[in-house]
């Protein structure tokens, strides 16, 4: 805003006279607050997984899953210092269970998914019913429903918790609750949500097995089912050249995202391929599952091993490359963005 010094000495003054009254003059902010395309505070970064699982043991050595309620530590996006996320709608954090342990039933207003990393025979319980871990499952604990954690196994459990905490803290809208037992009561056996509603069928509507929330009625997607769909798909169907062979989990209740606010997928690139440039309004996590390559964002390229992630923050052009067969699972906000008519890609 150009202005002559007259002119600008007196809109001080008067802005100084209106602060007291708690008004500010919009066209000062009108560009950062309405802006011709995104601009994420939220910076490119990546985490090693080595790294976070030492920390995580160690912190295991002195804090119990009990007495932290939830042994996590948070992957903080350093352009976002202090407010525990990862991209500004969306939070992430690795958590570790320990062999006997069990960290305390509660619910809370905030959607969550689990993506194991490490361990196999924990178990994620949702309103009475246990989901059995393997490494890269998907489970998610969907807002307001009861969930506990517990390890029956001789090693740790360590997954990626994924949360719409900054969604929910932006909407003030939180609320949580302890359960007052540890561990919920069993209610049905572990796979029968499984069973009933993860082939493409359901049960019939109103029947004895039509007993899940008619919205969250899946709380399970297995390492074991989701990855050779993929391959799959990749003997069936043209590779797509800006995401690869891609596939999004669903919701079977309504045939959309996982959950309301956060929406889930998986890729595999095949050894040699390279992606052309997309970028997306939605800020989204990534974990290497499988293989080695690596990524081009914004022009910084990152390394690709297993189990490390990386953030790729709202508008940012992103570019694969799969040294050996590469696998990534993929979290984002594009679910709350779709119903808000906010959401848009670009590809080059």
């Not at 976070?52 to 352009?79: C, F, H, K, M, T």
Request: charged share 20%.
């Amino acid at each position: 805003m150009t202005l002559a010094n007259d002119q600008r000495a007196q809109l001080e003054a008067l802005y100084a006279e209106m602060a007291p009254a708690n008004l500010t003059p919009l066209w000062e902010s009108l560009a950062q607050l309405v802006r011709p395309q995104p601009k994420s505070p939220a910076e490119v970064h990546s985490w090693f997984y080595e790294a976070i699982r030492d920390y995580l043991l160690r912190a295991g050595d002195l804090i119990s899953a009990e007495q932290a309620e939830r042994r996590v530590l948070i992957l903080e996006n350093p352009g976002l210092s202090g407010q525990s996320a990862i991209v500004p709608s969306l939070y992430a954090g690795i958590q570790l269970v320990l062999p006997g342990e069990i960290a305390p039933a509660h619910r809370h207003a905030q959607c969550a998914l689990r993506f194991v990393l490490e361990g196999s025979g924990g178990f994620t319980a949702v309103d009475g019913e246990r989901a059995l871990m393997q490494p890269f499952d998907l489970v998610l604990t969907p807002g307001w429903q009861w969930h506990d954690h517990g390890n029956p196994s001789d090693g740790p459990m360590i997954w990626l918790d994924g949360l719409d905490i900054p969604t929910v803290r932006h909407f003030d809208a939180s609320f949580a609750e302890g359960h007052g037992e540890k561990a919920q009561a069993e209610q049905a056996a572990a796979g029968a949500t499984l069973a009933r509603y993860g082939r493409n069928m359901r049960p019939f509507r109103g029947s004895a097995a039509d007993n899940r929330p008619a919205h969250q009625p899946l709380f399970h997607y297995p390492y074991a089912e989701w990855r050779p769909a993929l391959d799959m798909m990749a003997r069936t169907a043209a590779i797509d050249p800006h995401l690869g062979h891609a596939l999004e989990f669903l919701n079977p209740a309504d045939g959309g995202p996982v959950m309301p606010t956060i929406a889930a997928h998986v890729r595999l690139l095949p050894a040699g391929f390279e992606t052309r440039g997309r970028r997306s309004t939605d800020g989204t996590v990534f974990v290497v599952v499988e293989g080695q390559g690596s990524a081009s964002i914004d022009g910084s390229a990152l390394p690709l091993r297993p189990r490390d992630i990386f953030v790729v923050p709202s508008w940012h052009d992103l570019r694969l490359r799969a040294d050996s067969d590469l696998v990534l699972f993929g979290y984002s906000d594009r679910a709350a963005q779709e119903k808000l008519n906010l959401f848009k890609e670009e590809r080059s």
